[in-house]
């Protein structure tokens, strides 16, 4: 089981960071873990993922250079810092995880966090 915190409302040039954090921080060591997210009218987007071994990091197109992930294994957490924000962030996120690579799929993640608004002012 997967909670996000994190989100709220925060101007345009400012920063965020949202957390994932799982119920069980020995099982959260098992897998890649992704951060989605949907805005209203729009589909599911991949925003960035981890591997389980944090030897690899993806990022979508439209954050990179802006948003960073990190794993913090012993309380079972990742981060995603969001810098240099933009309206078009605006969405409900949510962290995802599974067993295996990092996959840009939503379906193929096996669990999910209930998402976390992130609503961005201009």
């Known amino acids: 089981h997967l909670s996000e915190s994190g989100g709220g409302v925060v101007q345009a040039g400012g920063s965020l960071r949202l957390a994932c954090v799982a119920a069980?921080?020995?099982?959260?060591?098992?897998?890649?873990i992704a951060w989605f997210r949907q805005a209203p009218g729009r589909e599911r987007e991949f925003v960035a993922g981890v591997t389980r071994s944090g030897d690899k990091v993806t990022y979508g197109d439209s954050v990179k250079g802006r948003f960073t992930l990190f794993r913090d294994d012993d309380n079972g957490t990742l981060f995603l810092q969001m810098n240099s924000v933009e309206p078009e962030d605006t969405a409900v996120y949510s962290c995802a995880g599974r067993w295996g690579v990092i996959s840009t799929t939503g379906a193929r993640y096996e669990t999910w966090g209930q998402g976390t608004q992130v609503t961005v002012s201009p």
């Open positions: 069980e921080a020995a099982l959260f060591k098992t897998y890649t």
